[in-house]
Nanobody
């Protein structure tokens, strides 16, 4: 069971990025997925959620209206489209799911919003 995030980078305030999370080793289409983020010295923060079929999503208030979570079950991939980025969006972004009673999380991808 593995999750691998990609797509992070350095972007100016107001810019956009699209993160991807590729899943393997389990039946991806049966599992809801989350995106979380963490900055040094802070606790990990939940960002977004999507149901297994993609029909329902939910967002943290801090990103609502700017971020969009989607998934492609044929590609075993979940995405996070991030627009109107702010410096406070800087952090390591992780995708996460629950499998076999355990939390599965990738290694993360760094997003830095700075001019």
């Amino acid at each position: 069971v593995q999750l691998v995030e990609s797509g992070g980078g350095l972007v100016q305030p107001g810019g956009s990025l699209r993160l991807s999370c590729a899943a393997s080793g389990f039946m991806f289409s049966n599992h809801a997925m989350d995106w979380l983020r963490q900055t040094p010295g802070t606790e990990r923060e939940w960002v977004a959620f999507i149901t297994s079929g993609g029909g329902s999503t939910n967002y943290a208030d801090s990103v609502k209206g700017r971020f969009t979570i989607t998934r492609d079950n044929a590609k075993n991939t979940v995405y996070l489209e991030m627009n109107t980025l702010k410096p406070e969006d800087t952090g390591v972004y992780y995708c996460q799911t629950y499998y076999g009673g355990s939390t599965i999380r990738g290694r993360g991808t760094q997003v830095t919003v700075s001019s």
